[in-house]
């Protein structure tokens, strides 16, 4: 079945995948915070590419095509539906491309579709838009595909099934809000559960919240399924009083002023251990992610990706150095603290 990689990688150690494509990209300028829709992908292939490798260079296993929210609804609210096909396919060439260059997994990208309700209606739209998307992922050759962001466990579901029924691997993860529920009201544990009985390959939890309040759902999430769990929180600073990102210094600062809340390389390199500790095995950041983060993961779990070779290393500072030659530098330098 196409998606065996993904399960010999799980197989043989812990899995890290970099997402947050959608923020790092509105960070360099080349797409709309607001509309969030990743129309980078036609416009500037070279560089999402650019990303990808960063990403893998850093200690990334997975190259993720930059299809979130490149769904039909959010194409519609701009009036570009007819980017919907080239934007997927494109993007599934552009992270093709890369995970043939590095050897590593290739997956495909749906998400919250933002139109899921109560009515049949409105679950038949999304339905047809992960069948949509899942259809160009399977031509495309992809090993899994991570269906994300969900608050609805219905949706997550649904998603599921569309994936299943290309005969691709999933990993599905929902995103849980200030209470620790779906809006269904599912924990997140029977909210996994009910994945990993429907045939996800791994189910977990991503974006939302940041290291500190995700790190407490999971254990549970653990003992309740009988897959690899995920873990990819969003690198701010939540707390108890602000559980998400979206509710950070009282809500003033979701989505463009972030800066102050985000996490440094420590605190997400400790969260990738205690996450381990726990007994997650498929590991990374969402929204607001950048490489310097993903490499902080990929060496807290051991590991020394090829960027790990411009890892920090202080002896050599001019000030904070220990190489006798620096001394009198350093000497000076105190003397004017």
Same mark, same amino acid.
């Given at each position: 079945m196409s998606g065996s990689r993904l399960h ?32 980078v992908v036609v416009e500037r292939p070279d ?65 919250? /579709? ?54 691709l691997d999933a990993v599905v993860t929902v ?37 500190? /309040? ?124």
């Amino acid at each position: 079945m196409s998606g065996s990689r993904l399960h010999e990688r799980l197989a043989s150690g812990p899995v890290l995948c970099a997402e947050g494509y959608l923020f790092e990209l509105e960070r360099r300028g080349y797409l709309q915070a607001g509309a969030y829709v990743p129309e980078v992908v036609v416009e500037r292939p070279d560089v999402v590419a650019a990303l990808h490798r960063e990403f893998v260079a850093a200690g990334s296993d997975v190259v993720e095509a930059f299809t979130y929210y490149g769904h039909r609804e959010k194409l519609r609210l701009i009036g570009k539906e007819d980017l919907l096909e080239p934007l997927n396919r494109g993007a599934l060439a552009v992270a093709g491309q890369v995970a043939a260059e590095t050897g590593a997994l290739l997956a495909g990208n749906v998400c919250n /579709t933002n139109v899921w309700g109560e009515d049949a209606a409105s679950r038949r739209a999304a339905r047809a838009m992960f069948e949509e998307q899942t259809s160009w992922a399977a031509d495309a050759g992809v090993d899994f595909v991570i269906a994300e962001t969900f608050q609805y466990g219905g949706e997550a579901l649904a998603a599921l099934e569309a994936i299943r029924a290309e005969g691709l691997d999933a990993v599905v993860t929902v995103a849980i809000h200030r209470e620790p529920v779906t809006r269904e009201g599912w924990a997140p544990e029977e909210a996994c559960r009910r994945l990993a009985d429907a045939g996800a390959a791994v189910v977990g939890l991503n974006c939302i919240r940041g290291p500190r /309040t995700m790190l407490p759902l999971l254990g549970t999430v653990v003992d309740a399924v009988d897959v690899p769990v995920a873990a990819l929180p969003v690198p701010y600073r939540t707390h108890e009083a602000e559980p998400t990102f979206q509710a950070l210094d009282g809500g003033r600062a979701f989505p463009v002023a972030l800066d102050p809340h985000t996490c440094d390389r420590y605190e997400v390199a400790e969260f990738s251990r205690a996450a381990l500790d726990l007994g997650v095995r498929y590991l990374g950041l969402c929204c607001g992610a950048a490489p310097h983060h993903i490499r902080a993961m990929a060496e807290a779990i051991g590991r020394r990706p090829p960027a790990s070779r411009f890892s920090p290393d202080m002896s050599k500072h001019a000030y904070l150095g220990s190489d006798p030659s620096l001394r009198a530098a350093n000497l000076a330098f105190a003397e004017r603290l």
